[in-house]
Nanobody, 123 residues
């Protein structure tokens, strides 16, 4: 089993920055991809960014590319999401998720989820 814990959410004004953290514990050999998803009220959960943990290769949704950066610290079993130039439409609950077998963008393909951390961006 893998346990994921997110932190770092909060409230910022448009144009501001936040860094989210996702710390994994348990059987960390059971995954090779960690992704960030977000879900706004009344909307479906959507993919934000992913990192293939074996190589550190990142990828991003078009809506955040150039503004968000995903990174990892293998020594801490942590993945980070640096969010810059935040917009009101980035407001959502942010979740990290892990899976084995490579990275996918569909939430249902992920085996392990954190509890989420709220990000609120005001205009």
């Amino acid at each position: 089993l893998v346990q994921l814990v997110e932190s770092g959410g909060g409230s910022v004004q448009a144009g501001g920055s936040l860094t989210l953290s996702c710390t994994a514990s348990g059987s960390t050999s059971e995954y090779n991809c960690i992704s960030w998803f977000r879900q706004a009220p009344g909307k479906e959960r959507e993919y934000v960014a992913r990192i293939f943990t074996r190589t550190g290769t990142p990828a991003y949704a078009r809506s955040v590319e150039g503004r968000f950066t995903i990174s990892q610290d293998n020594a801490k079993n942590a993945v980070y999401l640096q969010m810059n130039s935040l917009k009101p439409e980035d407001t959502a609950m942010y979740y990290c998720a892990a899976r084995s077998g490579g990275c996918l963008v569909t939430p249902t393909e992920y085996h392990y989820w954190g509890q989420g951390t709220q990000v609120t961006v005001s205009s």
